[in-house]
């Protein structure tokens, strides 16, 4: 086990197929004897538990907690004005910049994250954060050995076949007024992202590139390979 967390963040549109990978590459890692988490780890405990959780990482960090709340409210008055969805977003993003702190607090090899720099991509307005209030979304008060970026580029049409068929299964990311402006939505993420990867690139994070076209079978055996030579 390694001394502190490596986290991997995830980036693509919706239905690039970030959820999926990340199930699979953590039960593999798991048969590899690593300790992964992700935030459905979180997710999957009582309603009671995971707010006993937060609450206790506040109460035993409050100059952090202070300080983390401080600059979330600073980037919501930079985002605003926000529409249902972004305000949806937003509280997730809240969520999930408390819960990384706590998951990474603990005696983890790998953490597997999907929401943070994804998260960004959906606001409007997300041009207006600077570049420190960008990296702080991803920093935090117990500091991996580093930051990966898993990028998952996919063709529009591609992740847009992807969402339908999930919510055909009966899993909906959004409501149907926001199904109906995919196409707006996706051209604002990818301008995000394409914001997000240069600041990246500049903040010397290193960043892993997958062909969201490919099988799953590679795009899995891929990932894996990747996190299991940074961990070995």
């Known amino acids: 086990m390694n001394d502190r967390t490596n986290c991997y963040e995830f980036i693509g549109i919706w239905g690039s197929g970030k959820t999926t990978l990340i199930n699979d590459v953590s039960k593999k890692l798991i048969s590899d004897g690593f300790v992964v988490k992700n935030f459905l ?7 009671l538990k995971r707010y006993f959780i937060v609450s206790l990482f506040i109460l035993k960090n409050p100059l952090y907690s202070t300080k983390l709340l ?13 529409d249902n969805l972004q305000i949806d977003i937003f509280k997730t993003l809240f969520k999930r910049i408390f819960i990384k702190n706590n998951i990474i607090n603990k005696k983890t090899d790998i953490f597997l994250s999907e929401g ?3 998260l960004l991509t959906m606001f409007d307005k997300m041009n207006k954060l600077s570049l420190k ?10 500091l991996s050995n580093l930051n990966h970026i898993v990028n998952i580029r996919i063709d529009k049409d591609l992740a847009l ?32 992202e394409n914001l997000i990867i240069k ?23 891929y990932l894996f390979n990747f996190i299991k030579n940074n961990n070995d």
């Open 41 to 47: 780890d979180f997710d999957k405990e009582p309603t």
């Open 70 to 82: 401080y600059f979330l409210i600073k980037i919501l008055y930079k985002l605003i004005p926000l």
């Open 116 to 118: 943070i720099f994804h």
């Open 133 to 142: 209030e960008i990296l702080f979304c991803v920093d935090g008060k117990f």
């Open 161 to 192: 076949r992807n969402i339908i068929k999930d919510h055909k299964k009966g899993y909906f990311r959004f409501r149907k007024n926001d199904f109906d402006n995919t196409e707006n939505l996706f051209n604002r993420m990818l301008t995000n």
């Open 199 to 221: 600041i990246i690139h500049s903040s010397k994070i290193n960043i892993f590139d997958i062909n969201g076209n490919d099988s799953f079978s590679n795009k899995a055996k």
